[in-house]
T-cell receptor, first 116, second 111 residues
């Protein structure tokens, strides 16, 4: 079974530029998550989708971050404009079912973003 | 109240030794406590998880001990191996809520 795919793996941009990340979840997984992992910290949830609807985006900085999952499969996360503090690894995860069912989240390898 | 505090930040253990990582929480509504293992350049992977209705869960060399009254839980890695060298995250969640992760523990197992 193929895992969660993410691209690009690395991205370096100047502050105030825009950037987009792509995620393809495990086939058949209805729930998709985007996390931000700052160096030396645990992942922090940015947004959670159930199929193509948003379930939780309470920790998404909506003035600069946006995400979509148009057909309930692939998802993109965009930052516009980027700030220095956005430097982090952006992780995508997927799970078969939605909480509160205790379903395992499978993580992709992440995209390491450096903002200069 | 949503925080999960994890210690130590880093841990060095000799091969064959026992690695112990501790986590503490405040929110008594948390009802699911997973541990994740993360290797450099990879995403976290679920290692083992426990619910608060049991005090211990063991899977191979990995054991979670859970103390509901103290609001603490810990990961024990028996017979630690160099291949166990990774960053370990505890996490917690209430029904329907997001996972809250600890800060992580970087484990190094020396051969």
């Amino acid at each position: 079974e193929a895992g969660v795919a993410q691209s690009p793996r690395y991205k370096i941009i100047e502050k105030r530029q825009s950037v987009a990340f792509w995620c393809n979840p495990i086939s058949g997984h209805a729930t998709l998550y985007w996390y931000q992992q700052i160096l030396g910290q645990g992942p922090k949830l940015l947004i959670q989708f159930q199929n193509n609807g948003v379930v939780d985006d309470s920790q998404l900085p909506k003035d600069r971050f946006s995400a979509e999952r148009l057909k309930g499969v692939d998802s993109t996360l965009k930052i516009q404009p980027a700030k220095l503090e956005d430097s982090a690894v952006y992780l995508c995860a997927s799970s078969l079912v939605r909480p509160p069912a205790t379903d395992t989240q499978y993580f992709g390898p992440g995209t390491r973003l450096t903002v200069l | 109240q949503q925080q999960v505090k994890q210690s130590p930040q880093s841990l060095i253990v000799q091969k064959g030794g026992i690695s112990i990582i501790n986590c503490a929480y405040e929110n008594t509504a948390f009802d699911y406590f997973p541990w994740y293992q993360q290797f450099p350049g990879k995403g976290p992977a679920l290692l083992i998880a426990i619910r608060p209705d049991v005090s211990e869960k063991k899977e191979g060399r990995f054991t979670i001990s859970f103390n509901k009254s103290a609001k603490q839980f810990s990961l024990h890695i028996m017979d630690s191996q160099p291949g166990d060298s990774a960053t370990y995250f505890c996490a917690a969640r209430t029904s329907g809520s997001r996972l809250t992760f600890g800060e992580g523990t970087q484990l190094t197992v020396n051969p």
